[in-house]
């Protein structure tokens, strides 16, 4: 029997493991609820080893990719931290090839994301390009020539935390003004909120009139039906987007951005505010070829097959 490349992705909710098949196609899935930021950390560990064997449903394993909502060290083998884990330091890829028995390999969810949309998705063809995964915050990766981008510490691409306003809004980081802050799943929901205050909005009634229950799928709903609030939240938060980009595509010059993460669900109505903004914002619009920016492929499995990806290559 021959050997299976299992794909892991590992968040701050939710553990999803999947079998990858070398064209990129995931064949059998598992799973699992993440075990939270409070427990210790083998039991969060347990948890991945479980979704690994009940995805590769008893065939050997040639290796395992690990795809994790944190920061891995630019060699791959520790994870330094991770906001929605209880890992500092941990060398999780040694602790997993020991309790698997094979080849394990381990990045960052985004830049696993990023290899995932070169190779199988939205970024195929392309020799650079920007992924920009919005979900509760901004993730991001950058692919230069064809290689993901780690930086000295393995922390590039960590776009949310670049300050857009001066003193603008207080950010989870401790600083102010980081543009995940205006453009993110949690930005959509605190702008929707702000402008349920100035006009009447179906959240009213999704929420039962209770701010604090309105949620990212919420405001996506109620943009569809209709709703002003919620299609005016979008399209700040998507003109956001672009501004931020803008700022990226100065810097890195890429052929290419592609938006995933939960919130690019909305497609175009995020997408097409940020074009604009884009456009608008971007140094030497006019000169050159303003790169487009397109929603990823892969959906919410694009970590967990850019992890395969990783753990099917020769070792860093
Ligand atoms: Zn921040």
Redesign the pocket.
Known sequence: MTGVVVGVDIGGTKVLAGVVEPDGTVSRTALRTTPGRRVVTSHVEDALVEAVLEAADGRPLEAVGVAAAGFVDSAGERVRFAPHLPWQDEPLRDLLEARLGCRVALDNDANCAARAEAHHGAARGASSALMITMGTGIGGAVLLDGVVLRGANGMAGEF??MQVVPDGRA???G?SG?W?QYSSGNALVRTARALMAEQPSVLQEMSDGNLDRVTGPMVTAAAEQGDLVARRAFASVGDWLGVGTANLVAALDPALVVVGGGVSAAGDRLLEPARAALQRTLVGAAHRIVPDLVAGRLGPGSGMVGAALLAGQPRR
Do not use: A, I, L, T
Request: hydrophobic fraction near 0%.
């Open positions: 949310g935390h950010c989870e980081c600083r980081c995940e």
